[in-house]
Structures are given as C-alpha cells and as structure tokens.
C-alpha cells in the first residue's frame, strides 16, 4: 500500500525508512524546559507507530528566546537527558532530529521572567502582547553563536539531524520580513540583508556540524501578513537556504499572527501543499509540505505528483502514533482521525496546558492509559452508540470484553452528526468512519432502532452496562416556544428544513454560533462553480466573493450575556467569529428574548424592549444531561457507568475520554 509514502529517502547522507515526519510542536509536558518520562513515552510511540522521523521541539537556543515553558538545549548539562531520547528513538526504527528554536519578538514577557524580548527592530508584536528591544551586533553573534552551540549539543546527544525554525513569525522570519525589520544597517533593507542573518546561521551551522551532518530548516511558505514575504519571495529565500548548507527545506504556512488559518478545520486538507511545490521547483533538495494532511491517500498523492518530498504528520500523529503502519499494511480505516478541532493540542498550549487529543484518550498518557488484556471477560452491555458509547465498545472488546451496543437511531454517531453539519465542520464525521471498522474489526453487534429499557437490560443479563444516553436540547423560559416558526437547532443542522429570509437564533453559544453559519452558508456558491465562474471571468472577482457568503437567509443570533462564543477554543474562537463577520451575521449580546408570537419576536436589552419580525426561530440555549436509565439502574443494584453527557454536559473529547476511562475500568 502507498508505495511512494513508504518508499526510503536519503537526507545528506542519512537514509529515512520512509517519506513520514513527524515535526516539531509544542506538548507543554514540562515547566523547567526538560525532558521527562511523560516526553520520552509521548515520543516513543511516535516511533514505534512507524514514522520515518521523529522531530523534538521546539527547543530553545537561549533562555530569552524560549522561556521556560519550551525544552531547551541552552547548556551542556541538557545533553544527558536528550542522548537518552535519542536512543529511545533509535531503539524503535526511527530517525530523530531536533528544532531549535528562538522566538525573537514572540517570546512572552511573563515566559522570560519578565525581561524584554528582543527583535531585529522594536516593533510591537500582536501575538506577545509586547515590544522589543532592537538588537545590538552583539545579540546577533550571541544568538548565532547560541544556534552553533545547541546544534553541536544536538549532534552530541546523537540526534541524526537539526532543524532550525525559519517559520511561523519566529526569530528568523522577523529578520526576514519587511514589516518587522526595520533596520538600516547591513540586517536590513534589502532582502540581501534581511537574508542575512538566517544565512548566517546556517553557514555557522554547517561550518561547526561538518559537510556529512544533515541540517534543514521549516521556513514558511508564505507569510500570510500584508507587506511580508509571499510565495514569491519564499522561492528566492529557499534557494539562498540551499545555497548556505541546509540539506532539506520543511515548507508550512504563515505566521501565528496571521488572519488566514493555519490549522483549524476552515483550511481544506493539504491546504498549503502548494507552498511546498513552489518552492521544490526553486531548489534541488528534498521539501517537505506540512498542514493538515490527514489521511493516507492524500500523503501518497503528495508524493506522487510531486508536490513534496516528505509530508509532515502532527496533530494526525497524535491523533494516531499508528498511523504510518496501519497505512502500509492497508488499515487506513482504523485510523484514529485528526479533525483538526484543535481543543485538546493549540487550545491547550494557547492556555499553557499540556497537550492531549480529544479523540486518542492515550496520547500524553501512553505511560498510564494502556489496554490490557483481562483473565474474566465479562458480558458488557453499551446503551448509546454516540461517541463515547462507541469508544467505550471498542475499548471494552479490546480488552476481552463481550461488548454489545443498542442504540435507539437508526444509525451509529450520536451528536456526531449534528456537530459536523456546519461548514468547515464536516471532519467530525471522520470518527463515525473510524468506529464503524473498529466495530466491524472486533466484530460488537449493533442493534439500531433499539431503545434501552430496564426490562431489556434484565432479559439480557450483563455483568456491567455502559449507559451513554447523551442529552436533550435545553428549552429556555421564552413564551411562544411552541409557535409554528420555532426551531430547535439540532433538528435544523441533523435534517437542514426550509428556512425563510429572516432566521433567528436564539443562543451565543457555540451551538448558536456554528448554526447561525449553517443557515447563513446555505445558497451560497458552491466551490465548484466559483472555481468555474473564476476560471472564465464570468463574474467580477470582487462580485464573486460578495456571492460566496450571500446565502438564503439573513441571519440575527440573540445572546442574553455579554460575550457570544464563551465555549469556543482560544485558537479557533476568531477564525469562527472572522467568518461570522462575513457571513454577514449580527450578534445581539446582553439581549433577551422574551416572547415568540407567530414570527413576532420580543426583545429586551439595556431595559428596553423592541419587536423584530422573524420567518423562523431557532433555538440553541444549551443542553441537559438524559438520566432516565442510568437512574433506573442505579437504583436497581446493577453495576454500570454513566458516561458522555448523560453523566456532564461536555463536548466530544469527554465523551470519548470517559468511554475509554469506563471500559479499562470494568472489574
């Protein structure tokens, strides 16, 4: 299976199994910028599940240009504790490099004991909340001698290659970029100086590792800033990177600070692959293309048709640290997906948490969280086959279980289906993918369109049962709920009913919010015919993108708090809040409804009360845990577990951690 992603690949005179690696990104494991076990087992089965590299990082050159959240490779004294990863790399088949790393103006004051970052000019940075001091000559040679000293650190320590950072908005971009290098003396200005200091690095690099030692560099594709480097410029910076010593270019997207995404489900799969073709056709070195390349066949055609090398698999690694080798012995469907929800991974490192993913309940925790085979299988009886029901099924019937799932719909999923009915959502759906062949592979019967009663639970007999009831649609105290223009907003997203011009939603939450896009996305041109329309100048460009977000219906969301979207995730709440804006989609806080009458809305806000004309309402005011069964059976002395939102209202991760937590904990 795919055998141009498991074909080997020499980077200098380094041979790689295969053409998968797993970059640099930030876990958050430590907060004295070292290794420890929870690292060592997070990379080992990175490893062990196949890739052909395994990169750490990011990791600090300086302590000014890290902190001590990030690990670090600042002194000698770190060396020890890396030589130790390395052969644990090594042990399990793969090839191990290392990114260094300096953030420039990016660090954050409060990381770095509150000194002042430092930057090629003293520009204000969005993205630390900070201004720089412009460095000195004798910075620059201070942080470049810091990059020649962690690489022979690195080099040391045993890794097969360095990687330093180029990307992202970090040190090197600075010095690159137009807009935040403002310098007049020979770092700045022209991009001959600009250039300058990563070609120095890198030189000084090469000079100290030696010809035979691989070295590459993530540089970024296109900037994504208005008035910093685009793809065009990245063609002309890739060659004078090849041209200095670097032995392969990783090319990703744009800085943290752009408005364009980077990472979320909003950016199609392979979305930047592109970046990396423009830039492989500049140079003779192998390129790597990164973001969001999630499934087995999208990595092989990558490397078929030439737009890379290499491919990068993060969050999807961990998602699914077997990736690679269920792909090469053709089980790309039991896969676990990377949807790209960024909740447990950019979420938590925006919040300075450690990492975890939301649909792999043992990434972080490989050490604690393993399936062990039981001496006393016992009949497991799943009443729910939303995502927690599912995974707890799947995990029991690893374990040894006699697992069977009764599911009162007609099909598996639960919320699944309705969480990935907005646009840009629909990678939800990937789970259901997912655990329909765990279910086929461990052989669960399912029995749909079967409701769970305590008579069946004791006509069935199990040892232990798995109640995932979920929950109910919450119903707010507003008068006129049952007027014929009232929606619920599961109903709206699961079955997509016809809507008037004029749509209410009453809830700011991020239900409210991903159905205010939903109803506003319908009628919209499909990407299809804008790419037809674009490609004979049928229509106007400005025209066309003005049709792109003019749908249907005209959409107003109601929210009684002050702020809309306080459930949404740090990293994507913007990107959702960007695409509200162009949906045109007003967002009323402080506002709230007070009566529904035949389309007839009642509104207060700031004391006052206005009536708005609505041919639909659609309700998203939250949610309420089920808890009929779990209750029956509780108070009937049968062993069982609630889990999912039958036990907490919570979202998808919970769910599916709580279906893990519950099946490895039935005695």
Same mark, same amino acid.
């Given at each position: 299976?795919?055998? &141009? ?96 790393? &300096? ?33 000195? *000559? ?117 800085? &943290? ?70 792909? *090469? ?49 016992? *009949? ?45 959502? /629909? ?36 040892? /232990? ?191 599916? /951690? ?10």
């Amino acid at each position: 299976m795919y055998p &141009h992603l498991f074909s080997p690949i020499t980077i200098n005179k380094t041979k790689i199994k295969n053409r998968i690696a797993y970059p640099a990104l930030g876990l958050l494991y430590s907060f004295d910028s070292k290794l420890n076990d929870r690292y060592y087992n997070f990379y080992k089965e990175r490893a062990a599940g196949g890739a052909g590299i395994v990169t750490i990082g990011p990791v600090g050159v300086d302590f000014l240009g890290s902190g001590f959240l990030a690990l670090s490779l600042a002194d000698d004294s770190a060396i020890g504790d890396f030589e130790k990863l390395t052969k644990i790399i090594r042990d399990e088949g793969a090839v191990s490099w290392i990114q260094l790393f &300096h953030a420039g103006r990016y660090s954050h004051p409060i990381l770095i004991n509150m000194e002042t970052p430092m930057g090629p000019s003293p520009v204000y940075s969005p993205y630390s909340k900070a201004t720089p001091r412009e460095m000195t *000559k004798d910075d620059i040679r201070a942080v470049q001698k810091a990059f020649v000293d962690a690489a022979l650190r690195a080099k040391k320590a045993g890794f097969d290659g360095v990687e330093v950072i180029g990307s992202a908005g970090y040190l090197i971009t600075q010095f690159l970029s137009p807009v935040t290098n403002l310098r007049q003396d020979e770092y700045g200005g022209s991009f001959e100086n600009r250039v300058r200091f990563p070609r120095e690095v890198i030189e000084k690099i090469r000079e100290a590792v030696g010809p035979d030692y691989p070295m590459t560099i993530r540089m970024a594709g296109n900037d994504f800033i208005p008035g910093s480097n685009t793809e065009v410029e990245a063609r002309q910076i890739a060659q004078v990177y090849e041209k200095a010593g670097v032995d392969a270019l990783n090319v990703t997207g744009g800085w &943290h600070e752009t408005k364009v995404p980077q990472l979320p489900m909003e950016l199609p799969r392979a979305g930047y692959a592109f970046l990396a073709l423009n830039v492989k056709t500049a140079v003779n070195i192998p390129v790597m293309a990164s973001n969001r390349i999630a499934a087995p066949d999208l990595a092989e055609t990558i490397i078929r048709e030439g737009y890379a090398d290499m491919v990068n698999l993060g969050r999807v690694l961990i998602a699914d640290a077997y990736w690679p080798q269920k792909a *090469k012995e053709g089980r790309a469907d039991e896969i676990r997906p990377c949807v790209a929800c960024s909740q447990g991974c950019t979420d938590q490192v925006f919040s300075g948490k450690p990492v975890y993913c939301i649909g792999n309940p043992r990434a972080s925790f490989e050490a604690e969280r393993n399936i062990v085979k039981t001496a006393s299988p016992k *009949k497991v009886l799943v009443a729910g086959a939303g995502p927690g029901g599912l995974e707890a099924a799947v995990t029991a019937a690893q374990i040894g279980h006699n697992v069977e799932i009764f599911e009162k719909a007609d099909d598996i999923g639960g919320q699944l289906w309705i969480a990935g009915a907005p646009p840009g959502k /629909h990678d939800l759906w990937d789970f259901i993918r997912y655990y329909r062949a765990m279910l086929k592979k461990h052989n669960i019967p399912v029995h749909l369109n079967t409701e769970v009663t305590l008579e069946l639970i004791k006509r069935e007999k199990p040892d /232990h049962v798995i109640v995932a009831e979920g929950a109910k649609s919450l119903e707010p105290p507003i008068k006129g709920l049952n007027d014929a223009c009232v929606l619920n907003a599961w109903d709206v997203l699961k079955n997509s009913p016809p809507l008037g011009k004029k749509v209410a939603v009453i809830g700011g939450g991020s239900v409210g919010l991903e159905t205010a896009l939903f109803v506003a996305h319908r009628g919209t041109l499909t990407p299809e015919v804008l790419y037809f329309l674009f490609a004979y100048d049928a229509i106007p460009p400005e025209r066309l993108k003005k049709l792109m977000f003019q749908g249907a219906s005209q959409v107003t969301v109601y929210e009684m708090i002050e702020k809309a979207g306080k459930d949404v995730g740090k990293s994507t709440k913007w990107v959702l809040f960007d695409n509200l804006s162009r949906y045109n989609i007003r967002v009323n806080t402080k506002s709230r409804v007070l009566s529904i009458d035949c389309g007839q809305v009642t509104i207060e806000k700031d004391g006052e009360k206005v009536v708005k004309y609505y041919d639909n309402v659609i309700l998203a005011a939250g949610a309420q845990s089920v808890k009929t069964l779990a209750k029956q059976l509780e108070e009937s002395n049968i062993p069982m577990t609630a889990i999912g939102d039958g036990a907490r209202i919570g979202k998808i991760g919970d769910a599916i /951690h709580g279906g893990f937590l519950a099946a490895v904990n039935i005695k």
